[in-house]
């Protein structure tokens, strides 16, 4: 018996990811008109959810949150997903592989071949004796739906991020789509309390990268600005080559190495673009 199970193909699951690409292929402007977009806004659980929070103020907030639900199939369609062993499957080839170590550790010299005695083969044999599985055994009971849960969380986390709640009666329903079974209580069940800690420390970290790389390319916008007007009054005949030079090592000295690393890359490829290299011998 295998160790792994693959999952059964989910043919709604399938057609959610298909028709959320299609909605995501479309300009901005367009999805709020499309026929997914209305579909979903029309649905019961949509409109409460969208009258009681901040997306009531207008259709693109709205957009943004069923772009987040598009988002979040595709996540988790097309994945090689595999079930957790059962805790049975790895004891049982645990104590195989015990049992066959013992074995040869009895086994006479005499006819037994070298390779059985050799590390290549010893040392695999232990790790399966100790630790078979490199993840942990799935408990007894129903296979966990782990693209669902999969789902649930990406939707969770980007819902957050916009309305500062976990809106499980709206999730419960997109997640109906592509999972009939779906109800209000199994989201809560993966939402449980530690999950949604998680989600609000992994929001709040992006919202403090977002200010701060805002932050950082204001003032590196602003240090442009004054050594631009300085260079023009004290050296007109400066090539572009040669402003281009001062504005990556102006980026370079940037405290935030992540913001430094994404300013640097797109004056790179600007100034590909427009076949100009900076020349640093000037």
């Not at 009681?52 to 097309?78: D, E, I, M, Y």
């Not at 999969?150 to 809106?167: C, I, K, N, Q, T």
């Not at 999730?171 to 800690?197: F, P």
């Not at 004056?267 to 076949?275: K, M, V, Y």
Request: some cysteine; glycine content about 4%; overall charge neutral.
């Amino acid at each position: 018996m295998m160790d792994m199970i693959v999952a059964q193909e989910n043919i709604l699951l399938k057609r959610c990811c298909l028709e959320a690409g299609n909605f995501l292929a479309l300009e901005i402007c367009e999805r709020a008109s499309s026929e997914w977009f209305l579909s979903i806004q029309r649905s019961p659980d949509a409109r409460t959810f969208f009258k009681r929070t901040v997306l009531s103020k207008g259709v693109v907030l709205q957009v943004s949150a069923v772009t987040a639900v598009a988002n979040s199939f595709l996540s988790c369609c097309g994945e090689d997903v595999r079930i957790p062993p059962a805790k049975s499957e790895v004891d049982s080839l645990q104590h195989q592989a015990a049992a066959l170590k013992s074995q040869l550790d009895k086994a006479g010299r005499s006819w037994l071949i070298p390779e059985a005695r050799s590390q290549e083969f010893q040392v695999p044999l232990a790790r399966l004796a100790e630790a078979p599985s490199t993840v942990a055994p799935r408990g007894a009971g129903r296979l966990p739906n782990l693209p669902r849960r999969s789902f649930v969380l990406h939707l969770a986390e980007s819902l957050y991020g916009l309305v500062d709640d976990f809106p499980v009666r709206f999730i419960a329903g997109v997640a109906a789509q592509a999972w009939e079974e779906t109800d209000e209580r199994q989201v809560r069940e993966i939402l449980s309390n530690t999950e949604r800690e998680k989600i609000k420390a992994q929001v709040q970290l992006k919202r403090k990268s977002a200010v701060s790389a805002e932050v950082d390319t204001h003032l590196l916008i602003s240090r442009l600005s004054v050594a631009k007007r300085i260079r023009l009054s004290a050296s007109p005949e400066k090539t572009d080559a040669a402003r281009l030079l001062e504005m990556l090592e102006l980026a370079k000295g940037m405290a935030d190495s992540t913001a430094a690393s994404t300013l640097i890359g797109v004056l790179n490829a600007a100034a590909t673009e427009l076949g100009m290299r900076p020349n640093e011998n000037e």
